[in-house]
């Protein structure tokens, strides 16, 4: 399982190659179109993203001490900003989920995406994942 | 002769450029641009002249005292009203018609009274009613429209009753682009003892207003919206109704006397401006009428409905397109869907490539519900814009389309 820290570099490497927005776009769409979804069920109130322009929704499942994320979205360059995050966090730990920077999202330049009233909530995205992670560990610790 | 390249010389921010690419600006239904003469003349006010109105003895403050009441005199002219008395200064469009919602709402509404608004109509005037209506126990009725954008005259005059005390309509729909029947609405609200507000946030800087001639009750602008600063708009009301009407906002300047007893209030216009205005807004108002004054709004017109058939037609070339808002009478605003593509996608694609236009829900959800559609992306025209620009939009269009892999 590669860590948190070594999927976001690989994230910035990939993009490195395009220094056109479009072609950067053309890229997230591709990963948006490419993202699994999610089952129909999962796509509760609960799960859903408030963001103005599109709806996304997020699921967490916990399975052997570590978070398994599923995503979608009704519009494609979301999903593909859902699927990044998908590909960042699932598998990981809750703990180190917590603690993650999330560096890539500066640098392949998506943090105008990140203040609170853009439209396809990125900011609200990378928030619900880390109190996904929170109660995670806040479980833990109960139990233990 | 309108030259739109010698006006566009005039915007210093059409020379910007984004990401790289030359900025298109397409969303002046939200905001447009201000031209440098109201820049400057705002400069000129906090450089020199800056102090507050109508209290001061002193040189500035008189200075700024009559560069205000210089600018309600220019907004006066502008939509051919009666009086000085009858432009009241708001924050904007939506200010003034929740100003008129309550104050008028206060005097006039009880239990049971009917406000008429239109299925098309921004929150702005549907909110406040709302609110109104919770408050007094009245009645909001909505005006439907048809699929190509234009209102259902005959469920107008169906839903037209004497119960009706107050019809809140838009001069032009702000999604739709609809240019509103508003003079005859206007007769036929009155004739059962209708009051009427017409929404002219859309309107203002596309089509020549004249209040006495449309002998609308109440009339409602925002300033940014016709190349002046945000943050101040114009409440026109006809001065017998604005007499009648309680102050909404009590505090300085709308008093005439004050004691523990009993406040007596200050006359129109100053009974609805409480507290210090925005009077550098407003005399940058004053100088954005000026300026369209003397380009002449007919002309204006003009240009832009030569802009819109052209950009109409180009657009619906591009495969895939949903325009939503085909009335006979249409003003400089096309909102759309490219084939299955979500709107905020639409958007940003459009933006990477320069070109600026607004998507979502447009402060009209109840006009997204009519098409069933969660969002969509809007292209709004002002007097500076180009065909030119439209084909680049198109050609923006047509690249989004094949990055959807549409034909």
């Not at chain 2, 009559?66 to 009858?86: G, Y």
Request: with cysteine; charged share 25%.
């Amino acid at each position: 399982m590669k860590t948190i820290q070594e999927i976001e570099n690989e994230i910035i490497e990939e993009f490195a190659i395009y220094d056109d927005w479009m072609d950067k776009y053309a890229y997230l769409i591709e990963i948006g179109n490419d993202l699994p979804g999610m089952d129909e069920v999962h796509k509760t109130e609960d799960n859903l993203i408030q963001g103005c322009q599109s709806r996304v929704w997020f699921h967490a499942e916990m399975k052997d001490g570590r978070l398994w994320f599923t995503a979608d979205s009704d519009a494609i360059i979301t999903k593909g900003i859902a699927g990044l995050l998908v590909r960042v966090f699932s598998g990981q730990k809750p703990e180190d989920i917590v603690h993650a920077d999330l560096r890539f999202i500066d640098e392949i330049g998506l943090t105008q995406h990140l203040s609170p009233t853009r439209s396809n909530g990125l900011l609200s995205m990378v928030k619900q994942i880390k109190m996904y992670a929170l109660a995670a560990v806040a479980k833990e610790q109960q139990n233990q | 002769m309108f030259d739109v390249e010698k006006v566009r010389e005039d915007f210093p921010i059409l020379q910007e450029t984004v990401y790289g690419k030359r900025l298109v600006y397409l969303d002046n239904g939200a905001t447009t641009q201000r031209p440098r003469r109201v820049i400057e003349k705002m400069d000129e006010y906090y450089y020199r002249y800056n102090s507050n109105v109508h209290r001061g003895v002193h040189y500035l403050s008189n200075r700024c005292t009559d560069a205000n009441e210089e600018a309600r005199a220019i907004v006066r002219r502008f939509i051919h009203a009666a009086s000085d008395k009858e432009i009241i200064f708001t924050r904007g469009t939506t200010e003034g018609m929740n100003l008129v919602a309550y104050s008028f709402g206060e005097a006039f509404i009880g239990q049971g009274d009917e406000i008429l608004v239109t299925e098309m109509e921004h929150h702005a005037d549907i909110v406040p009613w709302q609110m109104l209506c919770e408050r007094k126990g009245a009645v909001l009725k909505v005006v439907p429209f048809r699929d190509n954008g234009e209102l259902d005259m005959e469920a107008f005059d169906h839903l037209l009753t004497e119960r009706v005390k107050m019809v809140g309509v838009a001069y032009v729909s702000n999604v739709l682009g609809t240019v509103n029947p508003v003079a005859e609405i206007i007769a036929k609200a009155h004739a059962v003892g209708a009051k009427v507000v017409v929404d002219g946030a859309q309107a203002i800087q596309h089509i020549p207003v004249d209040v006495q001639a449309l002998d609308c009750d109440f009339f409602v602008f925002s300033g940014h919206k016709i190349y002046g600063p945000t943050g101040v708009g114009v409440l026109y009301g006809k001065e017998h109704l604005l007499e009648k009407m309680p102050p909404w906002q009590g505090g300085g300047e709308m008093i005439k006397e004050v004691r523990f007893e009993k406040t007596t209030y200050n006359e129109l216009p100053f009974k609805f401006e409480a507290g210090t205005p925005d009077f550098i807004g407003i005399i940058g108002l004053g100088e954005a009428l000026k300026y369209v004054e003397d380009l002449g709004l007919r002309e204006i017109a003009a240009y832009e409905h030569g802009l819109l058939e052209y950009a109409m037609e180009r657009v619906r070339e591009v495969p895939g397109m949903r325009i939503f808002g085909e009335a006979a009478m249409k003003s400089s605003v096309i909102s759309f869907a490219l084939g299955d593509i979500h709107h905020s996608d639409t958007g940003i694609l459009l933006d990477k490539q320069g070109i600026a236009v607004r998507t979502g829900q447009l402060c009209a959800e109840p006009t997204m519900r009519h098409y069933g559609v969660t969002g969509m992306v809007r292209a709004s025209l002002a007097m500076y814009n180009t065909r030119e620009e439209i084909d680049l939009l198109c050609e923006g269009l047509h690249k989004v389309a094949k990055m959807f892999g549409m034909k």
